[in-house]
């Protein structure tokens, strides 16, 4: 990536599709068994144009949960899933997700997201997997096809419904690039206003998020306030019995 970015020549389209299905390829037979976790370019080794995928210290069994969300390197975080961040259980769409970062920057030789490099850089990384929508390729590649261009979106999906649900998806895509290198011009029209309407809902769910998610605290701040400055004073407060002071301690669990 870095040496082609460095003469700014993009990797031609059938190039980048034999990488891809080299890669694809590597995971199918990964994610037969385990979730990776931790796919990123220098975890890709590259030798006589065979592409080898490495680094299995972060592996998972399929479905198996996450117990902590610390990783090795702030360089992961650049790649994690949204559900990730939340230590969900591990499935095969995060490594979807992770590749489709790299696939991305394969054909851009940009990151998807815009960072801030300032203050917490881990929360930077988590507001743009969370609730950022990514850049389209072909804002930095001109040259890439539109459907192309689709296969990266959908593996960059922050709901895993709307994600690939396993590479052979990805790969039957990726077949239809191969054998139909012109696109008729009236289908390209229709790719555009579909891509247009995607960007639409996208944007409004991740609206829809934000704005559940600002209810959620909001009512999680409402809660913690009653519970300090209520419940618990009454729970300890003292009570005059039998001429005894006694301390009052009710059953419930306090917050």
Excluded: C
Aim: aromatic share 10%.
């Amino acid at each position: 990536i870095n040496t082609n970015k460095e003469s700014q020549k993009y990797i031609e389209n059938s190039v980048l599709i034999l990488m891809f299905r080299q890669l694809i390829n590597g995971m199918k037979a990964i994610n037969n068994y385990l979730v990776h976790r931790d796919i990123k370019p220098l975890n890709i080794l590259f030798n006589d144009n065979v592409l080898k995928i490495t680094d299995f210290g972060l592996s998972k069994i399929a479905n198996q949960s996450t117990r902590s969300s610390t990783f090795k390197g702030s360089g992961t975080y650049a790649y994690m899933a949204p559900e990730a961040w939340e230590n969900k259980n591990n499935t095969i769409q995060m490594d979807i997700y992770s590749m489709g970062i790299v696939f991305y920057q394969l054909i851009t030789f940009n990151y998807p997201y815009k960072i801030d490099n300032g203050g917490d850089l881990i929360k930077n990384y988590r507001d743009a997997h969370m609730t950022k929508n990514p850049f389209r390729p072909e804002q930095y590649n001109s040259e890439i096809s539109i459907n192309l261009s689709q296969i990266i979106m959908k593996m960059l999906e922050k709901s895993v419904s709307d994600r690939f649900h396993n590479w052979k998806e990805i790969e039957e895509l990726l077949a239809i690039e191969i054998h139909e290198k012109e696109i008729d011009k009236d289908i390209e029209e229709l790719l555009k206003e579909r891509i247009k309407r995607d960007e639409e809902n996208r944007t409004k769910k991740l609206e829809e998020n934000k704005e559940e998610t600002k209810k959620r605290d909001f009512l999680k701040r409402i809660r913690y306030q009653i519970v300090k400055s209520i419940i618990n004073p009454l729970a300890y407060s003292i009570i005059i019995y039998g001429g005894k002071l006694l301390n009052f301690v009710p059953s419930w669990k306090y917050i």
